[in-house]
C-alpha cells in the first residue's frame, strides 16, 4: 500500500521516525516482544497498517500529549495510553476533527492511563515515562537509559508553545526543566521532539531553561510579535537560529 504523507526514516536498529506530510513526527521503537508507537499524528493515512510494513511485534500506542496532530491517527489502533490530566484536551480535539472522520467510520479508540513512573518492557529494553509538563498539563516524555535517548513530543521542543489556554505559566515549565535535569540529565544525551527530521542534542533543555529564566527576569528586548491560528502573542528566542524560540502570553509570565 503506498503511503502519500507518511516519510520513513530508520534512525538505528528497531526506531524508525515517521514525519507526516511536515507536520508532525512520530515513532516506532521495537523491542524484542513488543514496539511502542510514540504519538499517531494526524490520522490522515492508516498508520497501523504503516507500522506493519515495518513490524509484526505487538503494538502499543503512548501519546505524549493530547493535541490532535499527535493522536489522531489513533483511531487506527485498538487502544492508546496517555497521562490522564491531558484526556480532557484530547476529547476537544477528537471532537474538532470529527466531521471529517465521522463519514469514514473511524472514531477514537478507548485511552487508558499511563501514570508518571511506569516502566515499559518491550524486551531488552525499558522505557520510563516521565512528565514534561508545561506544554500541556500532562506532557510526558519517555525515557530509554539504554538509547541514551528521550522522546519528548512537544513538551520539551526547539519551538515550544507555551501560549495555549491549557498551557501551564513559564515557571511551571522552569521548574519541569530542573527536575529533569536533576533525576535524569545523566541518562540521556540526545532527544527526539514531535516535529522533528532527526535527533536533537541534549543541550537544548539548558538553552530553555535559560529562556524562562530570562522571562522571568524580565530580559525581553529580544523578543518579537508572533502571530498563529489563535490569535498574536510574543516569542522569546532561545539561540541565534531563526525559529528556535519559547512562544508565550504576558499572562504565562505570573503564577
Not at 10 to 30: K, Q
Not at 197 to 216: E, K
Request: hydrophobic residues 35%; proline residues 7%.
Amino acid at each position: 500500500m503506498p503511503f502519500q504523507r507518511a516519510k520513513i526514516k530508520a534512525l538505528e536498529p528497531g526506531l524508525f521516525l515517521i514525519d507526516d506530510a511536515g507536520e508532525s513526527t512520530c515513532y516506532l521503537l521495537c523491542g524484542e516482544q513488543k514496539a511502542l508507537v510514540i504519538d499517531s499524528v494526524n490520522g490522515r493515512e492508516n498508520l497501523f497498517d504503516l507500522c506493519r510494513t515495518l513490524t509484526d511485534l505487538p503494538l502499543m500506542v503512548i501519546n505524549t500529549h493530547g493535541h490532535g496532530d499527535h493522536i489522531l491517527g489513533n483511531v487506527y489502533f485498538p487502544e492508546a495510553w496517555m497521562h490522564p490530566e491531558d484526556f480532557p484536551i484530547a476529547r476537544e480535539h477528537f471532537g474538532f476533527a470529527e466531521p471529517e472522520m465521522a463519514p469514514w467510520g473511524l472514531k477514537p479508540c478507548p485511552l487508558h492511563p499511563l501514570p508518571i513512573g511506569e516502566e515499559i518492557d518491550i524486551g531488552g529494553e525499558i522505557i520510563e515515562i516521565i512528565s514534561l509538563r508545561g506544554h500541556t498539563p500532562g506532557s510526558i516524555g519517555l525515557l530509554s537509559r539504554k538509547r541514551r535517548l528521550l522522546f519528548s513530543g512537544d513538551g520539551l521542543n526547539s519551538h515550544l508553545w507555551m501560549q495555549l489556554d491549557h498551557s501551564l505559566p513559564i515557571s511551571a515549565l522552569r521548574s519541569t526543566i530542573l527536575t529533569l535535569k536533576s533525576q535524569y540529565g545523566h541518562c540521556f544525551d540526545r532527544l527526539l521532539m514531535g516535529h522533528a527530521q532527526d535527533y536533537t542534542d541534549g543541550a537544548l533543555i539548558d538553552q530553555l531553561l535559560q529562556g524562562c529564566d530570562d522571562l522571568l527576569a524580565g530580559k525581553r528586548e529580544k523578543d518579537t510579535p508572533y502571530h498563529y491560528f489563535g490569535g498574536d502573542c510574543l516569542q522569546h528566542p532561545i539561540s541565534d537560529i531563526p525559529g528556535q524560540c519559547i512562544v508565550y502570553t504576558e499572562d504565562k509570565l505570573n503564577g
